[in-house]
C-alpha cells in the first residue's frame, strides 16, 4: 500500500514537472534578457510623478518582471530612492511577484490560456487599485519621503554587483548573453528554485494524500474557501511559478476556477517577512492599504472568475489530469522528459553553487589575510537581489575596503577604515534590519 501512495506521488510529481519545465526554461531565457538588456534607471524615470500614470507605469513594468515577494522589497526601496512616488512604488510592489515571463508561460502549458491572459490582468487591476489608494490615502506623507529621498543618496555598485542594473554602454553582445544565461539559469533558479520544487512536492502531496472529500466541504462555498486559501497564502511564501502546481491540485479535488486565482494573486504577493519589511520602508498605513489590495483584488477577481466567465476557458490542460492519475495512458513527450531533465540538472547546479557562493568585493593582499573588522547580522536577505541591494549599499560606504555579503548565513563581513555605525545606516536604508554582531 505504501509503495502504491509512493509510486503516484512520484509519478505526480514528474508528469508536472516535465508538463512546465519548457515554459520554464523559455521562461528563465526571457528573464535573463530582460535583466541583461533594461537597465534598473529606465524604470525610476516613469515613476516620479505622483498620479495614476506613474501607477499603471509601475504595474506593466513590474508584470513581467521575474521577482519574487522577497526580491521586490529591495528593488522598491531602491527605487524609492531613485525618486519614485509612494503610490507607483506600491503598485510595483503588489503586481511583481504576481506575475512573470516564466510564470506566465508555466500558467499557460498548465492551466490554459485564459487563465494566462487573467493573471496578469488581476495583477494589473490591483496593483492599480493600492496604489491609487495610497496616493489618494497616504499622501500626505509623500513629501516627508521625497525628503528622505533626497537625503539618502542613490547607492553605486563600486565592482558590478548589481548584476548590469546599470549597464556599461561598452558592454559587448556576447558579454550581456553570458550575463542574461548567469542570471536565468544560475541566479533565478537560486532565488525560486527552492520554493518551485517546494510546490511542486506540496502539489504532488495534495494530489496524492488529501481525499477529495475535505475539499467537497469548501467547493459550495466560494467565499469560504477562498477565505481559507487567504489564510493559508498571505503569510506563506510562494514564488509566481511555485504556487502553480498548489492552484492546479486544489481545482483537480473541487476547489473553484476563481479559488485558484486567489492563491495565484495572494500567495505570491505577500509573506510574513515582506509584511514586516514593507512597514518599515513604506509606513503603516501604506502596509494596510497594501494587504487589503491584495485581498479584496483578489477576492473580487476570483469571483468575476466564477460567476462572470464560463467554467469551460478554465478545464485543466492534459498535464493536470495526469497530475491527479485520471490519464494512466500516456505521459509526458521526449521534448518535456528532456526539458525537465534539464531542468533537474539546473536545479542541482544552483543549489550547489548556492551553498558556497558569497558576493565579495575585490580583494587586496592586507585585506584577504586578515579576519574583518566587523561582522554585521542582515535579516530578510533571502535572495541574489538582496544580496546584490545590500552590496551596493555598503560598498557606496566610504571607507569600505572589501565587503563580503554572505547570502545563506545572512551575514556581511567589512574590512576597511569605515565605522560600523555607517554601514549599519546604508543597510537599513536599503531596506533591510540589521545588527552588528
Known sequence: MIQEILSDYVQSFWHL????????????FIAGLLQA???????SRHLASNDWKSVVKAALLGIPLPLCS?????????LRREGASKGAATSFLIATPQTGVDSIMATYSVLGPAFAVIRPIAALVTSFFGGALVNRLDGDSEKKGAEATEETPMTECKDGCCHSHEHDHDASFTSRMKSALNY???EMLQDVGKWLFIGLLIAAFITVAVPTQFF???????????????LVAIPMYLCATGSIPIAVSLMMKGLSPGTALVMLMAGPASNAASILV?????GRKTLCIYLASIIFGSVVCGLAMDYL????????????MMADGCCEEGGPGFVEIASGVILLVLLANAFIFRRGHSHHSHETAETAAVPPVFKIKVDGMTCSHCRASVAGAVQAVAGVERAD????RGEVHVWGTCTAESVLKAIDAAGFECRLL
Do not use: H, Q
Not at 70 to 78: N, S
Not at 221 to 229: D, G, K, P, Y
Not at 405 to 408: E, G, Y
Open 278 to 282: 514593507v512597514r518599515k520602508i513604506m
Open 405 to 408: 555579503i554572505m547570502l545563506d
Open 17 to 28: 514537472l516535465c508538463e512546465m519545465a519548457p515554459y520554464l526554461l523559455l521562461g528563465f
Open 216 to 230: 467537497e466541504m469548501f467547493s459550495g462555498n466560494t467565499l469560504v474557501s477562498m477565505a481559507l486559501v487567504l
Open 70 to 78: 522577497c526580491g521586490v522589497i529591495p528593488t522598491t526601496a531602491a
Open 37 to 43: 538588456f533594461v537597465p534598473r534607471s529606465m524604470f
Open 309 to 320: 466567465m464560463p467554467r469551460e476557458w478554465f478545464a485543466l490542460s492534459p498535464m493536470g
Open 184 to 186: 536565468g539559469f544560475v
